[in-house]
T-cell receptor, first 113, second 111 residues
Framework: DADVTQTPRNRITKTGKRIMLECSQT?????MYWYRQDPGLGLRLIYY???????NKGEISDGYSVSRQAQAKFSLSLESAIPNQTALYFC????????????FGDGTRLSIL | EDKVVQSPLSLVVHEGDTVTLNCSYE??????LLWYKQEKKAPTFLFML????IEKKSGRLSSILDKKELFSILNITATQTGDSAIYLC???????????FGRGTQLTVWP
């Protein structure tokens, strides 16, 4: 089983719909992150959380919200999806505190029509 | 503003060639530089560099950091088709441990 699991793997939806992407991890890491990846733009940070009570905005948080339901679960919501939110979304975790690498899930490919 | 710049953005080589991927960074309170390989799915961790001049090596891949000139390189020798991927570089500052990613280098290795 994967250490970082994202669901769904693929999603196609319409403009204006509310969408939730989920991430769960079995690594026991405190820190969790949501990124989006667009072709040629690398990974951009949406939100991150260092524990259940800690939520922080990343560089592109507008139009998104998150919930850290438990240490192992971190979900990303698009309240009213728009086409320019079409992207590949990654969840990542890292052990903290400390200078540790982040470990990524396999991604959710989201298309908004 | 923190940023990481990778070059080239795209590279096509033949099997057996040696390639060098470049990463320059401007990260406040810099702590480490990380390299990832991304094939069809999740980026997978390759190296983390924290000290200048100390080479990290794994098989045909190696990487080194220059903290004075603010850059890192990733070398791949005797490339194989399985090395085809996007290689991502990321800098970490001390502020909350965030990673700042470059745009990646798309490496294509032809047989």
């Amino acid at each position: 089983d994967a250490d970082v699991t994202q669901t769904p793997r693929n999603r196609i939806t319409k403009t204006g719909k509310r969408i939730m992407l989920e991430c769960s991890q079995t690594k026991g890491h405190d820190r969790m992150y949501w990124y989006r990846q667009d072709p040629g733009l690398g990974l951009r940070l949406i939100y991150y959380s260092f524990d259940v009570k800690d939520i922080n905005k990343g560089e592109i948080s507008d139009g998104y919200s998150v919930s850290r339901q438990a240490q192992a679960k971190f979900s990303l919501s698009l309240e009213s999806a728009i086409p320019n939110q079409t992207a590949l979304y990654f969840c990542a975790t890292s052990d903290g505190p400390g200078n540790q690498p982040q470990h990524f899930g396999d991604g959710t490919r989201l298309s908004i029509l | 503003e923190d940023k990481v710049v990778q070059s080239p953005l795209s590279l096509v080589v033949h099997e057996g060639d040696t390639v060098t991927l470049n990463c320059s960074y401007e990260v406040t309170n810099f702590r480490s530089l990380l390299w990832y390989k991304q094939e069809k799915k999740a980026p997978t961790f390759l190296f983390m560099l924290t000290s200048s001049g100390i080479e990290k090596k794994s098989g045909r891949l190696s990487s080194i950091l220059d903290k004075k000139e603010l850059f890192s390189i990733l070398n791949i020798t005797a490339t194989q088709t399985g090395d085809s991927a996007i290689y991502l570089c990321a800098g970490r500052g001390s502020t909350l441990g965030r990673l700042y990613f470059g745009r990646g280098t798309q490496l294509t290795v032809w047989p």
